[in-house]
C-alpha cells in the first residue's frame, strides 16, 4: 500500500495513522465517562431523592404519631391543628415520594403505604372524636380503639418495606452503574492497547522501509561510487594517453604546416602556368578565326566549280543536240545518195559516172554519221565526267561544310578549353589563397593542439581528484549503510 | 585524240582530191550493189538494182484485210503502192513498226518495210554464194553475203513480189514477174 511513496509521506502517514488514533481514543474515554458519570448521577439522585424522601416519609409518620399522643394527653385545639397538619404534611410528602419513583414495585408499596395510612386515620380519627368526648382523662384505657395498634405498625411495616425497596433499587442501579464503568475501562484498556499496537506497527514498518529504501539508496551510491572510482582511473590513464596523443598531433600537424608551405608555393607555380597557357589559347583564337574565313573561301570556291560544271553539262547536252542534228543531216545525206545510185542505175552510160559521184556522197554521209556518232560519245564522256565531278564536287561541298562543323566543334572545344583554362588559373589562385589560409589555421590548429595537451594534463589532475573523492565517498556510503543498519545490503 | 582527228581530216581532203585525179571507174559487172538491213531483229541483204527506192519515215494507212503482212498503203510521187511487212513475208513477224521502206522495181509498184538500214555496200560478185534460178522454190531468198563476218541472206524482190501475189490470189506468168 505504501510502495511507490517518498519516506516523508510514509512518516507523515504513520505520525497521521497515531494522532487519529490518538483522537478517537480520547474522545472515546470522554464518551465512556460521560456515560460513567450519567450512570452514577442516577445512582445519587435515587439516593439523594427517593431514599430521602421515603426516609423523611417515615420521619414523619414518627413526629405524627408523638403529635397525636401529644394530642391524646392534652386535647388541645393546638394539638388538633397539629395532628390535622401532619396528616397534610405526611399526604404532601407522600405525593412527593410517589414523584421521585421509578420502580414498579416501590410504587406498588408506596399505594400499600398510603392504603394501610388512610386505615390508620381513620382510626386515628375515631381515637380523636373518642378523646374529644372524654374530659377527663384518667386512664389511657379510656382511649383504647380497636386496630389502632395494628394499623399503626402496618403503616411503619409499610413505609419501612417502602424503605427496604428502595435501598435495594439503590443497591441494583449502584452495582450497574459499576459494572457500566468498569466495562468501559476495559474499553478503554483495549483502545489504549490498539493504539499501542498501531503504533508500533508503523514505527516498525518505518523503519523496516528506512531500512530497506535508504540502506538500498545508500548501497546504490556505494556502488557508484565504486564505479566512478573506475571511471576517474580511467579517465586518468586517458587523459595522459590522450596527453602523449595531443604531443604527437603537435608534432605532425608542424609537419604539415611545412608540407602547406609547399602546396602554397607549387599552387603559385601552377598559377603561372594557367596564365601563360591563357595567353596562347587567346593567341590560338586569332589562327582560328583565320581558319575559318580560309574554310568559308574555300566553300564559295567549291560552290562556283559546282556552278559551272552544271553550266558545262548544259552546254555538253546542246552540243549532243546540234550533233544529233548533224546525225540526221548524214542519215538524210546516206539515203539521198542511196537513192541517186538507184536511179543512175537505171540511166546509162551517164547514169554510172553519177553513180560514182553518189557513192562519194554517200561515203561522206557515212564518215560524217560515224563522225557525229564519235562526238555523240566524246560529248556522253564529258557529260558523264560532268556529272561525276558534281557529285565528287558535292561530296567535296559536303566535307568541307563536315569539316567546318568539326571545325566549329575544335574551336567551342578549344574556346571551352581556353575557359577551362582561365577557371584553373581562378582556381589555382584560389587554392594559393585557401593553402595560406590553411597555413595559418593550422598554426591556429597547432596552438589549440598545445592548448588542449594542457587541458589533458589538467583533466588527468581533476580525474585522479575525482577519484580520490570516490573513494572517500565510498567509505562513507558504507559507514551511513553501518548508521542505518544494513551493512552487507 | 586531237592528233589523230587532225589527221583524219588531211586524209579526207587528200582523198577527196584524189577522187577528182582518178581516171573515170565504171561500176562493172563484178561488183553488186547491196543494201545490208535488219528485218524482225535479223540481218538481210538486198540487191539495189532490184529496187527503185529507199525512204524512211514514210505515212502508211493502214488498210483493212485478211493479210497480216499488209502494213497499208503508202503514196510516192502520184502513185499508190501496197506496203508490206518485209518480216512478216520472211515468216518472223514483229510486234514494231518498221520504219523504213523500199521500192520494188518494176510493176505493180510494191513496197517492203524493214526495221532497220545497216548501210549500202558494194561487194565482189564472187563475195555472193548464189543458187541455181530454177533450183526450186525457196521463199523470198536468193543467195548468201558475208559482211563483216555477218552471213546475210539475199531477199529477192521479184520472188517477194509472187510471193505478194501468192498471198494475194493472183496468178502472174514467169514474164509478168521479171
New interface residues.
Given amino acids: 500500500m505504501m510502495a511507490g511513496r517518498t519516506f516523508g509521506a510514509k512518516l507523515a502517514a504513520g505520525f497521521g495513522l497515531t494522532l487519529a488514533l490518538t483522537l478517537l481514543m480520547t474522545a472515546t474515554s470522554a464518551l465512556t465517562l460521560r456515560y460513567v458519570l450519567v450512570t452514577k448521577d442516577k445512582v445519587v439522585e435515587i439516593a439523594s431523592s427517593s431514599l430521602t424522601e421515603a426516609q423523611t416519609l417515615s420521619a414523619l409518620m414518627e413526629r405524627r404519631i408523638g403529635d397525636y399522643r401529644s394530642f391524646l394527653l392534652a386535647d388541645t385545639p393546638a394539638a388538633l391543628a397539629t395532628v390535622g397538619q401532619d396528616r397534610a404534611n405526611f399526604l404532601n410528602q407522600l405525593s412527593r415520594v410517589r414523584d421521585t419513583l421509578d420502580d414498579d414495585e416501590a410504587v406498588k408499596l408506596l399505594d400499600t403505604v398510603a392504603a394501610t395510612e388512610s386505615q390508620h386515620n381513620a382510626r386515628l380519627d375515631e381515637l380523636i372524636a373518642k378523646r374529644q368526648k372524654i374530659k377527663s382523662l384518667t386512664d389511657t384505657s379510656q382511649l383504647k380503639v380497636e386496630g389502632m395498634k395494628q394499623a399503626r405498625e402496618a403503616v411503619l411495616s409499610a413505609i419501612d418495606n417502602l424503605i427496604k425497596r428502595i435501598k435495594k433499587v439503590v443497591a441494583e442501579t449502584r452495582k450497574e452503574s459499576s459494572d457500566r464503568a468498569t466495562m468501559a475501562i476495559i474499553f478503554l484498556i483495549g483502545i489504549g492497547l490498539l493504539l499501542i499496537a498501531s503504533a508500533a506497527g508503523v514505527a516498525w514498518r518505518l523503519s523496516r522501509d528506512l531500512r530497506r529504501e535508504v540502506g538500498a539508496a545508500v548501497g546504490h551510491i556505494q556502488s557508484s561510487s565504486s564505479e566512478l572510482e573506475a571511471a576517474a582511473a580511467q579517465q586518468a590513464s586517458g587523459g595522459r594517453d590522450q596527453a602523449s596523443a595531443m604531443s604527437e598531433i603537435t608534432t605532425t600537424i608542424s609537419e604539415l604546416l611545412i608540407t602547406s608551405r609547399q602546396i602554397a608555393d607549387s599552387a603559385q607555380r601552377v598559377s603561372k602556368v594557367a596564365e601563360d597557357t591563357a595567353d596562347a589559347a587567346r593567341t590560338g583564337d586569332a589562327t582560328i578565326d583565320q581558319t575559318r574565313a580560309s574554310i568559308n573561301a574555300i566553300r564559295s570556291q567549291v560552290d562556283q566549280i559546282v556552278q559551272h560544271m552544271l553550266s558545262l553539262g548544259e552546254k555538253s547536252q546542246q552540243i549532243g543536240t546540234v550533233v544529233d542534228l548533224v546525225s540526221e543531216l548524214a ?1 538524210q545525206t ?2 539521198l ?3 541517186a ?3 543512175a ?1 537505171g540511166a546509162g552510160e551517164w547514169g ?2 553519177f ?2 559521184v553518189a ?2 556522197i ?1 561515203k ?1 554521209a ?2 560524217t554519221a560515224g563522225s557525229a556518232k564519235e562526238i555523240r560519245t566524246l560529248i556522253d564522256d564529258v557529260r558523264g565526267a560532268v556529272n561525276t565531278t558534281v557529285m565528287a564536287t558535292e561530296i567535296g561541298a559536303k566535307a568541307v561544310d563536315a569539316g567546318s562543323r568539326q571545325f566549329d566543334d575544335a574551336t567551342n572545344s578549344f574556346r571551352r578549353i581556353a575557359q577551362l583554362v582561365a577557371t584553373t588559373s581562378d582556381a589555382t589562385r584560389e587554392i594559393e589563397l585557401s593553402t595560406k589560409q590553411q597555413t595559418t589555421a593550422v598554426e591556429q590548429v597547432n596552438s589549440a593542439a598545445s592548448d588542449t595537451a594542457r587541458a589533458s594534463r589538467e583533466t588527468e589532475a581533476s580525474a585522479v581528484q575525482t577519484k580520490q573523492t570516490a573513494a572517500h565517498l565510498s567509505t562513507l556510503s558504507g559507514d551511513l549503510l553501518d548508521l542505518v543498519g544494513t551493512r552487507g545490503h | 585524240m586531237t592528233a589523230s582527228v587532225a589527221g583524219r581530216i588531211e586524209r ?1 581532203r587528200q582523198d ?1 582530191d584524189r ?1 577528182f585525179a582518178e581516171p ?4 562493172d559487172e563484178e561488183h553488186v ?1 547491196l ?1 545490208a538491213l535488219r528485218a524482225g531483229g535479223r540481218p538481210y541483204a538486198l540487191r ?2 532490184q ?6 519515215d514514210r505515212p502508211v494507212t493502214p488498210l483493212p484485210g485478211p493479210l497480216p503482212a499488209l502494213l497499208g498503203l503508202a503514196g510516192f510521187a502520184g502513185t499508190v503502192v501496197p506496203v508490206y511487212d518485209l518480216a512478216a513475208l520472211l515468216g518472223h513477224p514483229d510486234g514494231e513498226n518498221p520504219r523504213w521502206l523500199v521500192l520494188a522495181s518494176g510493176s505493180p509498184p510494191l513496197g517492203l518495210a524493214f526495221h532497220g538500214l545497216d ?2 555496200v ?1 561487194v565482189m560478185a564472187e563475195a555472193i554464194v548464189g543458187e541455181e534460178a530454177n533450183e526450186g522454190s525457196r521463199g523470198c531468198l536468193r543467195g548468201m553475203v558475208g559482211l563483216d563476218g555477218v552471213s546475210r541472206p539475199i531477199v529477192d524482190v521479184p520472188a517477194t513480189r509472187a510471193l505478194v501475189h501468192a498471198l494475194a490470189g493472183h496468178v502472174l506468168t514467169e514474164e509478168a514477174g521479171r
Avoid: Q, W
Fill in positions: 542519215e546516206n539515203i545518195a542511196i537513192n545510185t538507184i536511179e542505175s554510172r559516172r553513180a560514182v557513192e562519194e554517200r561522206l557515212d564518215r | 579526207l577527196f577522187s573515170v571507174r565504171r561500176h550493189e543494201l539495189l538494182a529496187t527503185a527506192g529507199l525512204h524512211p548501210g549500202h558494194r
